[in-house]
């Protein structure tokens, strides 16, 4: 997956209204509780979680608030605002906002809603008194909307949508917004080129309506500043966070209007005297009894909280106060999100726990700020399913939609052994060949679990390998078998380089999972996507090569590994006509002894690529003077990304990342190219499925094509007419979204079992029913 492309398709995962938020991103203090979102999971609704401390000093969950009618995709708690004793919470899946009172005890109670037909309403809350606004919050390059209410009646009536004439739309429009009594503001961080937009509004009590009321612009500003990235109106003043300006080292812009002419005037720049580059002060913003609290994720390596006296902003020799919270790792991203009350403060560490975040309490004592105990609550996940096969039967197997597969087993995140936050990525098998037996490969975002699924329906977990000691938890990481071992490679990883693995070491299984170590260690990569394998000529190839050693421009860095455990590197191949920088960038490929009609290639090592911008073919027979024999683009690309040839070598399937979240095709598509001449490629088809989700993995294992789709999970699809596949069965990893889609699969076990990685949900072993096709 391209690291650009895909984390922001991974975003879009992660932030669905049913799960996958970082904890402490919504939240909210009210008196001496602490209330925190967690937007629903596979086998729980979303709900709001009250933490309050005990008389010894800890914090712990009290109670909980749901809404009176609830569904596991609406996200309820995405979103918590505290006005007094009123309490808004949004549920953006099911496009309502739940409004709640406080009673004298504490506890809280449903008291009204508010809905609309928009998709993705709820997203954002911004409550004062008796004005609401409500956002469908913008995305990098569209325009979001924003809601108006008011209490009248006893009711919340509509007073209008929150607009700005523009002869384009918006981009992140309605990300952030903020009310003060009949003043409102509206943030586009990702606006004009990224250094971000605010615009104002008053209410006006003639139209009730909400009028455009200017656009406060900072000073000082630049290209990914992130202006309206965070705001707040805190005593009489605008204050708007910047994260992103210079560099990231962050800062935030004061303002004040001038009540009669309407004017914006930017009063101060705050920043501290000691900000460095990616601190991203300005990330978070909150006051309390005159003070000014601004949160820098990136300050301190853990991250930071500043507080300022507001009334001595801008005043010469006005002084920040840093706090920090003890006790956090390097990248905690303290201060990603800050609530507070008089006595208690409650901060978000939005990149703890592998981004899964936590909360850091603290209370007042003495007029001091005293840190609490950390917590954390995260959505219910699926249970493992061992000892016995769940048959596909009217379509579902336990709690997956399906189509002639069987869940013959399932591991959970935890049971693969996990550490809170991690996902599974890529995944591959490898048979025994003393033993027979069948292990799953799996990788994770910080290693690869090591699972055997001999007795398909027990499978077990053997251990792990860590990622290497130099190397930092990432998305990408994928693994290939070449005689007995595996090679491990991760992208996005800073100096991982290449893992060896003996494999003939899980044969020593004791009963325990082990923590494995490495067998030998390639160094002249650092961070790769992907590792493929010839295992007929004994070559490996790192593709996508990064941040050191020979990168080969991103395309084929060539390595001799006949002698299994002492790679050598043998050569670069890279087709400059391809990729996005026109380096000849590989993001995957598929090399093989090429056996297919083209009489010219016969018995020559082959290599098809996945280039971003097109199919790619070398011929890599001669290390030392590899050629290419063609490249080929086909309407509509977006991003080249994986592909697998057929056995007689004829066609070539291969799918795009980006043509789906694009919205450049009507459905999942997968391209087939014609390869009777290598020297011209012919695209004869293109296969669209009746979803829309995006296409990851593929592969072919005789007249079958196995797919991993993101939001589709894993999908068989009938190629004995290979220019017209048909849809014959279905297994869906993720039916309720948010983050459980397949990454990837492999189906080449001879026993039949089929094993895929879930996302955030774990490890699936399926197995395909017999069909007469």
């Known amino acids: 997956m391209n690291r650009v492309l895909s984390l922001l398709t991974l975003a879009l995962l992660l932030t669905a209204p049913a799960m996958g938020q970082s904890f402490g991103s919504s939240m909210a203090v009210s008196g001496d509780q602490i209330l925190a979102g967690v937007g629903g999971g596979p086998v729980s609704t979303g709900s709001v979680y009250v933490f309050t401390q005990s008389s010894d000093g800890s914090w712990a969950e009290s109670s909980v608030v749901r809404p009176s009618s609830a569904d596991m995709n609406d996200g309820f708690g995405r979103t918590i605002v505290v006005d007094g004793n009123r309490m808004a919470v949004g549920a953006p899946g099911a496009k309502t906002v739940y409004l709640f009172e406080k009673a004298a005890n504490g506890s809280w109670s449903e008291s009204g809603t508010v809905t609309s037909d928009v998709d993705g309403f709820g997203g954002g809350i911004a409550l004062d008194g008796d004005h609401m606004l409500v956002s469908v919050p913008g995305g990098f390059r569209n325009a979001g909307s924003v809601y108006a209410y008011h209490v009248m009646g006893g009711q919340w009536m509509s007073t209008g949508e929150l607009t700005v004439e523009s002869e384009e739309p918006i981009g992140s429009y309605g990300n952030t917004i903020a009310i003060s009594g009949t003043h409102a503001v509206v943030g586009a961080p990702f606006a004009e080129q990224r250094s971000g937009a605010v615009y104002a509004f008053n209410f006006d009590m003639g139209s009730h309506g909400w009028v455009s009321a200017g656009t406060p612009t900072p000073a000082f500003s630049g290209n990914a500043s992130g202006f309206g990235s965070a705001l707040l109106f805190a005593d009489g003043k605008l204050v708007v966070g910047m994260p992103g300006h210079d560099s990231r080292m962050g800062a935030v812009a004061v303002f004040s209007m001038d009540e009669e002419s309407g004017e914006w005037t930017n009063d101060a720049r705050v920043s501290p005297a000691t900000a460095r580059r990616s601190d991203s002060f300005g990330s978070s913003l909150a006051a309390s009894n005159g003070t000014l609290y601004i949160g820098a994720t990136g300050a301190g390596n853990a991250g930071m909280l500043y507080s300022i006296d507001i009334d001595a902003i801008g005043n010469a020799g006005s002084n920040l106060t840093a706090m920090w919270a003890m006790d956090l790792p390097d990248g905690a991203g303290f201060g990603g999100n800050i609530a507070l009350s008089d006595q208690v403060a409650a901060v978000a560490a939005s990149s703890m726990d592998n ?105 077990v977990y053997l251990g792990k390998l860590p990622l290497t000691e130099t190397a930092r938890t990432s998305v990408w990481r994928d693994m290939k078998v070449y005689k007995n071992h595996a090679y491990i490679v991760a992208d996005g990883a800073g100096q991982h380089g290449m893992q060896v693995f003996d494999l003939t070491q899980l044969r020593d299984f004791d009963g325990e999972p082990k923590t494995f170590e490495m067998t030998t260690y390639y160094d002249q990569i650092a961070s790769a996507h992907n590792i493929v394998i010839n295992e007929e000529t004994g070559f490996a190839y790192s593709v996508g090569s990064s941040s050191g050693g020979t990168t080969c421009g991103g395309g084929l860095h060539m390595i001799n590994i006949q002698d299994p455990a002492n790679p050598t590197f043998a050569g670069c191949f890279q087709d400059e006509n391809t990729g996005r920088r026109g380096t000849g960038y590989s993001h995957d490929a598929q090399c093989v002894v090429y056996r297919g009609p083209d009489s010219d290639y016969a018995g020559h090592e082959i290599c098809l690529g996945s280039n971003e911008t097109a199919l790619s073919i070398a011929d890599v027979t001669d290390k030392e003077n590899p050629s290419a024999i063609a490249y080929a683009t086909y309407p509509k690309v977006a991003y080249a990304h994986q592909g697998w040839l057929t056995e007689d070598h004829r066609f070539f399937y291969m799918n795009d990342e980006g043509d789906e979240p694009q919205g450049l095709v009507e459905g999942t598509r997968t391209l087939i190219w014609d390869l009777q001449d290598l020297d011209e490629p012919q695209l004869v088809g293109e296969y669209i499925a009746t979803t829309t989700e995006t296409d990851h993995n593929l592969y072919v294992k005789g007249d079958l094509m196995y797919q991993s789709n993101y939001g589709a999970g894993f999908r068989v699809l009938d190629v004995s007419n290979p220019t017209a596949p048909v849809e014959v069965a279905y297994f869906d990893t993720s039916p309720v979204g948010g983050g459980g889609g397949s990454w990837s699969n492999y189906p080449y076990f001879k026993s039949g079992t089929i094993v895929v990685t879930g996302g955030s949900n774990g490890l699936f072993v399926l197995r395909k029913k017999e069909l007469d096709i």
Request: proline content about 4%; aromatic content about 10%.
């Open 355 to 459: 981004r899964s975040g936590r909360v850091i309490p603290f209370t007042v004592t003495n007029g001091e700020w005293n840190q609490g105990n950390s917590f954390f609550r995260d959505s219910d996940g699926y249970a493992s399913v061992t000892g016995g096969m769940v048959e596909c039967d009217n379509d579902e197997a336990g709690a997956f939609p399906c189509k002639d597969v069987n869940m013959v087993s399932f591991l959970n995140m935890d049971d693969l052994g996990a550490d809170r936050g991690i996902r599974t990525n890529d995944i591959w098998g490898w048979e025994d060949p003393e033993t027979g037996r069948e292990y799953a490969l799996v990788g994770l975002t910080n290693q690869t679990s090591f699972v055997d699924v001999t007795d398909a329906e027990n499978p």
